[in-house]
């Protein structure tokens, strides 16, 4: 099976769900993956207007489930650090709350310029970073999300603080089974992931704790409720398979 999704992606399709208008502004091809992806989008409500439909092969990455864990295995980046940002793009960002990107953006040399139109601006380095790549991006992003496992959540602290004192306004870090810890600076928040029985992929689950994390907490400032929120939206996400749902059969 073939599922749409992708970081930027699958914040961009919770965000709709949550009830925001939102878009999305990225490369994809013409082929059935591409057309599933553009498909899916449109589908969802969220504004494609922006997106760049190229000749040529789109990305992908090949996921199996092995005894309920996920195992990538063959990767292809298609055209995804091909997106140039144009002045109609940085208009059009800046109409927005909040813009979000990622560390598979390919979009670094361009974060100043992004900031400088975006009211807030967040950045996903999942577990692609270390500490060169944030102390480069960190003082241009408003929020910053890491992925970083360990034993203990509360052993992330001193990440935290080092995170923010780089110059973003907030950090938030998950850990898998261990939950999500946010630092704003003044005060640690802690939030424990919410079990879930009918789970069936995790697939993008972070994804949509960070969406839903992001929406509340610019809505309402207020952090504990933002976690609480986006850690029961995550459960819910695991009852559907692929990122956000929209499957088709894949021909090999």
């Not at 864990?69 to 109409?95: A, H, N, P, T």
């Not at 929020?143 to 602290?157: M, Y």
């Not at 946010?182 to 069936?200: H, K, L, M, S, W």
């Not at 929406?215 to 207020?222: D, F, H, L, S, V």
Request: aromatic share 10%; proline share 2%.
């Amino acid at each position: 099976m073939m599922y749409p999704g992708g970081n930027a992606v699958n914040v961009a399709v919770h965000a709709r769900r949550l009830g925001h208008v939102s878009a999305y502004i990225g490369c994809v091809g013409d082929d059935a993956a591409g057309t599933l992806l553009y498909n899916a989008l449109s589908e969802e409500g969220v504004d494609v207007t922006r997106m760049r439909r190229m000749a040529g092969e789109n990305a992908f990455c090949d996921i199996r489930l092995v005894d309920g864990e996920r195992v990538f295995g063959d990767y292809s980046g298609g055209m995804v650090d091909q997106l140039v940002l144009d002045k109609d793009d940085f208009e059009f960002l800046s109409r927005f709350d909040l813009v979000h990107t990622s560390v598979y953006s390919f979009l670094d040399e361009t974060l100043a310029e992004i900031k400088a139109c975006a009211k807030y601006l967040s950045y996903d380095f999942s577990n692609e970073w270390d500490k060169a790549l944030l102390a480069k991006v960190l003082p241009l992003v408003d929020f910053a999300l890491i992925s970083h496992t360990v034993g203990d959540i509360r052993k992330n602290a001193e990440l935290l603080q080092w995170a923010v004192a780089q110059g973003t306004k907030l950090v938030l870090v998950t850990s898998g089974d261990q939950g999500a810890a946010v630092y704003d600076g003044n005060d640690f928040y802690f939030q424990p992931i919410i079990p879930i029985e009918n789970a069936i992929d995790t697939l993008g689950a972070g994804d949509a704790f960070a969406a839903c994390f992001l929406t509340k907490y610019i809505e309402k400032g207020r952090i504990e409720e933002a976690l609480a929120e986006a850690a029961r939206y995550a459960a819910s996400a695991c009852t559907q398979h692929g990122a956000f749902g929209h499957g088709t059969r894949y021909i090999m």
